[in-house]
């Protein structure tokens, strides 16, 4: 019994379980309230980062492009950048950042990002003099890191532009979860709000999830404001639920401007969230009320109903971001399920030094494989090998041609799930979350077992 | 009246020159959208890349060959699961993509050994597939890598593998249109002609600008299997790299879509002396009147007579019960720029349906001649459509149905108005007799959805009795 921590060998991706890093940016420059997104690049990389969010989220987000064409390949986009932050300085009046992302192409000409937005700022206050637009310089290339990555650069970028001194200190907490859903945004303030914790979560996601209403008004943006940014500097704490797209943040703010940072385990699981729970507890001095311990009891009884039952010893293959993957593979063990392969899908070469990876090497009592830098090829090759038996793939919908020609249940986690309706409602953090995740795998196998005539009879008394 | 200048874009001027409302007495002469020209930055323009339109329109489509595309990692991922073109091998096409995946040191150092290395990874892990298609991004293209060297040399040892590069950085051209070109052009002065097809009918054609979106390909070939008539190669849906190559041995190119693939029919004509026959695929008389034309070229007009009568028979009364029930709706068409022009005579003529408001992403003026001659008067035709001006053109001309894709879908869904994928469908074929049963459809099933009238209805007032009665 082993764990080997590999990388791909490959030079080459067949199959990306990750976009690139100014899709990062994006999403997380979409959490922000009157913000939209301004990509320095060619149209292709909006235009498909926008379907991509439309195709999860079932919504349409605004992200603009500087749209190099090869005049600015050239001679450098410098008035593509003025003219597309002008131009939504005067079409957008309610517009209050813009998150300037850069591009592979632009990063290689090399224009100056920080130097134009000066001129620019010097024109939005000459045009509108009562107007405030933070203009973020975004250093994303395309060539570097991932949509992971990229989220984490773009969420710093817009704390380091906005957030630039320190006030009267506010009480509150920083919440950092990373790239998840708006199901888990509402779970974690709906946690704080138990608790009884002033807390701010970055991004605020929940109206990602927005309502068809009669007056025909459109709330699909970021709840994010710009005092929230401006006020993480006075906060008591941050807790950065997710080492990679959070962990930066937390601790910007606190080399800045003295925050505690916490970088806790990624609340997928029981005990995770038991860790979040406890570490927000000491931090605020709340204790965790009952309401939480009772959620916590349910979530208990439904999962020991499947865990022995129906999970144990099942071999797991996940695949998606990092903190998801880490912390989903922990949760794989509460309920007994053996997590056997961990695919993690850029070349950050810290997942290796992962302490919660590290442990599970040290703990593995089964055969389980780490490959780094993975595409979904790697997924697909061990999913054909019969010595290489996979009961059950956890991942997101990129990889649903693996489960579905080699004949594998698969639970859709993570982003994107488009293949599959409304997950993005669904918390998977939290014990609600956990919960949920459970069941849905349960009903997975479920219909797999009865799909494939295997041992369904077993459900005929469940 | 000529051209419009939007409340919206009282800070963009120059987007007056791209709006056109025709009004009676005007024709074409008089006023034309600019278009196929550059993207005013900021507008929230829909417009894609040139790559995209030669990897994901056109190349990546083949059902047997990997597409390597050369450059960071979202090119690939981005160009992939978004489409809906299936093939008859089980989807090979949809299933995979392929990246260099270029990094920092290849930026400095160039990327042609991260390619050759890719290339070779790619033939390795599936020995089976011996055809590529090779893709530039805007950072290969920028540090200037050779690919066509890399391609030359990897051949060179693999005699058994044939590869095309297509040079196709993102910020060439304007739009996705100039990948269209890049592609078709390459094409014919690289590979036609490299294959010899075997001929099996006396009757042989191309077809041409059509992508088997939900298996338009797929259902028009069962005409022209009843017909006789050879296709020597689809150019490019549910198509395989060497048909492609043998373009060349047709008698007769017949061209669908004649933006992103008119440019290959028009070099097969100069080079090959293949005459190219333009058709429209989508809605009963025009697909009659291509049937007819086709079957006029090779003399077998009996036919395509016979062909028609059959599917009339037993098509129209389908149509004709959705006509019904569409007819007089207001449509709006937001789309790439061809089936503006496909489809605005198209609804009209077979369904009652009055096209009120289009906008193409990457038409050039010869979509905008052809769309403003067929379109209707009081109809805004509009080129590179952003937002804002989607909003207010709604507010104008309050269409009761829009064909666009599923983003701008999910925007007009919250102004309850429905829409059907103008782009990948909603549950297609439309092309063809029976595809234009199933475009009513899908028409009427989006117009009648009873929860458009739930989503107007505000609780707080007065309850519709008629609706609950009805819903009883």
């Not at chain 1, 050239?74 to 005067?90: A, K, N, P, W």
């Not at chain 1, 055969?367 to 790697?378: F, G, H, R, S, T």
């Not at chain 2, 790299?241 to 008698?251: C, E, F, N, P, V």
């Not at chain 2, 990948?424 to 439309?430: E, R, T």
Request: proline share 5%; net charge negative.
């Amino acid at each position: 019994m082993s764990c080997e921590i590999t990388t791909k060998a490959r030079a080459g991706i067949i199959n990306p379980m990750y976009d690139c890093q100014p899709a990062g940016a994006q999403y997380a420059g979409i959490g922000v309230k009157d913000c939209i997104p301004l990509v320095h690049g060619g149209q292709g990389c909006t235009m498909f980062v926008r379907l991509l969010f439309a195709q999860h989220f079932k919504e349409n987000f605004d992200v603009a492009s500087t749209s190099l064409h090869e005049d600015s390949a050239v001679f450098g986009g410098h008035q593509r950048i003025r003219d597309g932050v002008m131009t939504l300085v005067r079409r957008y009046p309610e517009l209050r950042v813009i998150p300037l992302i850069t591009t592979c192409s632009t990063e290689v000409i090399g224009d100056d990002v920080e130097g134009n937005i000066a001129a620019c700022r010097k024109m939005i206050k000459e045009e509108f003099p009562n107007r405030k637009v933070h203009v973020v310089p975004v250093h994303t290339p395309s060539f570097k890191s991932s949509q992971v990555g990229g989220y984490a650069e773009c969420l710093q970028a817009m704390i380091k532009t906005i957030a630039t001194h320190k006030g009267a200190p506010s009480g509150k907490i920083n919440l950092f979860p990373g790239w998840v859903n708006p199901g888990d945004v509402v779970l974690l303030k709906r946690y704080l709000t138990e608790m009884g914790v002033d807390g701010t979560v970055f991004m605020d996601t929940e109206d990602f999830d927005s309502p068809t209403l009669p007056d025909k008004s459109i709330h699909t943006h970021g709840r994010t404001t710009v005092e929230d940014i401006a006020g993480s500097a006075n906060a008591k704490a941050s807790v950065a639920l997710a080492r990679y797209e959070g962990a930066s943040s937390a601790e910007y703010l606190k080399t800045e401007f003295g925050v505690p940072a916490h970088i806790v385990p990624t609340p997928y699981g029981i005990a995770n969230t038991d860790a979040m729970l406890r570490k927000i507890s000491e931090i605020t001095g709340k204790p965790i009320p009952d309401s939480l311990v009772r959620e916590r009891g349910i979530a208990l009884d439904a999962l020991q109903d499947l865990a022995h039952m129906f999970f144990a010893d099942k071999r797991v293959a996940l695949f998606g971001h990092p903190d998801l993957v880490i912390g989903l593979a922990q949760f794989c063990l509460e309920v007994e399920m053996k997590p056997v392969l961990l695919l993690l899908g850029d070349d950050n070469s810290k997942y290796k030094k992962d302490h919660r990876i590290v442990e599970m090497k040290n703990t593995a009592t089964w055969d389980m494989e780490v490959v780094c830098n993975a595409d979904l090829w790697e997924l697909e090759k061990r999913a054909k090998n019969p010595d290489h038996r996979i009961d059950l793939i956890l991942g997101h919908s990129k990889g649903r041609y693996v489960a579905i020609d080699n004949n594998i249940p698969m639970a859709r986690v993570g982003f994107p799930t488009f293949d599959r309706a409304g997950l993005y409602r669904q918390p998977t953090m939290g014990y609600q979350g956990a919960m949920l995740l459970g069941e849905t795998i349960a009903n997975t196998l479920f219909t797999h077992m009865e799909y494939t005539k295997n041992r369904e009879w077993i459900l005929n008394t469940w | 009246m000529p051209m419009v200048l939007l409340k919206c874009d009282k800070d963009i001027p120059e987007r007056e020159k791209h709006i056109y409302l025709k009004v009676d007495g005007e024709d074409s002469r008089d006023f034309l959208p600019v278009s196929n020209a550059q993207t005013l930055p900021g507008t929230l323009s829909e417009r894609g890349c040139a790559f995209c339109g030669a990897k994901l329109v056109i190349g990546g489509v083949l059902k047997d060959t990997i597409q390597m595309i050369h450059g960071p990692v979202g090119c690939a991922y981005d160009t992939w699961h978004t489409k809906r073109y299936p093939t008859d091998n089980g989807h090979f096409n949809m299933k995979y993509v392929w990246s260099t995946d270029m990094k920092e040191s290849h930026i400095v150092f160039g990327g042609e050994k991260r390619l050759e290395k890719s290339i070779n990874e790619a033939f390795d892990e599936m020995p089976d597939v011996k055809r590529m298609f090779v893709y530039t991004t805007c950072p290969t293209a920028l540090i200037g890598d050779d690919v066509k060297a890399v391609a030359k040399k990897v051949m060179s040892e693999r005699p058994d593998v044939d590869i095309f590069t297509c040079e196709c950085p993102g910020f060439a051209g304007v739009s996705q249109s100039k990948g269209h070109h890049v592609l078709n052009i390459g094409w014919i002065n690289e590979k036609v002609g490299t294959v010899e097809p075997v001929i099996t009918s006396k009757y042989t054609m191309n077809f041409i600008g059509d992508f088997n979106i939900q298996g338009d390909t797929q259902l028009l070939n069962e005409y022209w299997e009843k017909l006789g008539i050879q296709v020597i190669a689809h150019f490019t849906g549910n198509g395989t790299y060497d048909d492609l190559r043998s373009m060349h041995r047709a008698q007769l190119n017949v061209v669908n879509c004649a933006r992103s693939s008119g440019y290959i029919a028009n070099e097969l004509k100069k080079q090959y002396g293949i005459p190219r026959l333009d058709i429209d695929s989508w809605g009963f008389n025009y697909m009659a009147e291509a049937i007819r034309k086709i079957c006029a070229f090779f003399g077998i007009e009996e036919k395509g007579e016979a062909l028609i009568a059959d599917e009339y028979a037993k098509w129209k009364p389908q149509l004709d019960w959705y006509k019904e029930r569409v007819k007089g709706a207001k449509m709006a068409i937001w789309t790439g720029g061809p089936r503006l022009w496909h489809w605005t005579k198209s609804v009209e003529d077979d369904l009652g349906v009055q096209v009120v408001a289009m906008s193409s992403k990457f038409g050039h003026q010869e979509d905008f001649e052809k769309v403003i001659a067929r379109g209707s008067q009081g109809t805004y035709y509009i080129d590179d459509g952003n937002e804002l001006e989607f909003f207010e053109i709604i507010e104008l001309v309050k269409p009761d149905i829009i064909f666009t894709g599923p983003r701008v879908g999910e925007l007009v869904k919250k102004l309850h108005i429905p829409y059907v994928n103008g782009h990948g469908y909603h549950n297609g074929p439309y092309m063809g007799f029976e595809g234009f049963v199933n475009l009513a459809r899908d028409m009427y099933n989006a117009m009648y959805n009873p929860l458009l009238k739930l989503a107007a209805t505000d609780i707080r007032g007065p309850a519709n009795l008629q609706f609950l009665e009805a819903a009883e």
